[in-house]
């Protein structure tokens, strides 16, 4: 059964540096988000891309962020300049078209630790 | 904006019986999805139903079936027959559908459920 993967599925980082979060959506979906999931919390939005581009994304999603899908199959997190805060799991999920309520499938995180 | 409340931070139950899980949502659409998400210790999150709001008929899947009240924006999950492998973080999650891109899901606090042997 396709799945979506996550790479790595845990990091640990010096705050101010720069991490990147690899996704491999399942393959013939066209909609992808991120998630995140602060220890304890609930899980949030960060941001949805869709044709090559950002559709929505939610007021984390600050200029510290960015979306990028550079080939037909990655989809990568990039956080410019990691806080304390940013510690946290996120999720990367895909569904194969946005419209009809399809599911969103979700891969197993990746645990971001900022020191 | 939409919100979703669950208002059962942990709940226990014994093998073999029955629970329910509580979900309220706040919307002001008329057609929307609901979903509850199952988030092992593993962390993964894996899909276990999906409501759509439209639908008068309730949600199952084997032993996982949903109450769906629309009027009273009720949603609650139960689980019959609970198994040891059930035990996880359970989400309740909305999505709209609106046109545009509002696919985003918007989740709840979680119900941590344990199993008892």
């Known amino acids: 059964e396709p799945e979506v993967t996550q790479t790595p599925s845990h990091q640990v980082t010096q705050m101010g540096q720069e991490v990147i979060l690899r996704c491999v959506p399942i393959s013939n979906h066209l909609y992808f988000y991120w998630y995140r999931q602060i220890l304890g919390q609930k899980v949030e939005f960060l941001v949805s891309f869709y044709n090559n581009e950002i559709s929505e994304k939610s007021e984390i999603f600050d200029d510290q962020f960015s979306v990028e899908r550079p080939d037909g199959s990655n989809f990568t997190l990039k956080i410019r300049s990691t806080k304390l805060e940013d510690s946290a799991m996120y999720f990367c999920?895909?569904?194969?078209w946005g419209g009809g309520g399809e599911t969103q499938y979700f891969g197993p995180g990746t645990r971001l630790l900022v020191l | 904006a939409q919100t979703v409340t669950q208002s059962q931070p942990e709940m226990s139950v014994q093998e073999a019986e029955t629970v329910t899980l509580s979900c309220t949502y706040d919307t002001s659409e008329s057609d929307y999805y609901l979903f509850w998400y199952k988030q092992p210790p593993s962390r993964q999150m894996i899909l276990v139903i999906r409501?759509?709001?439209?639908?008068?008929q309730n949600a199952t899947e084997n032993r996982f079936s949903v109450n769906f009240q629309k009027a009273a924006k009720s949603f609650s999950l139960k689980i019959s027959d609970s198994q040891l492998g059930d035990a996880a973080m359970y989400f309740c999650a909305y999505r709209s559908k609106l046109g545009g891109s509002n696919y985003k899901l918007t989740f709840g606090k979680g119900t941590l459920l344990t199993v008892n042997p």
């Open positions: 999920a895909s569904s194969d």
């Open positions: 409501q759509e709001a439209y639908k008068q």
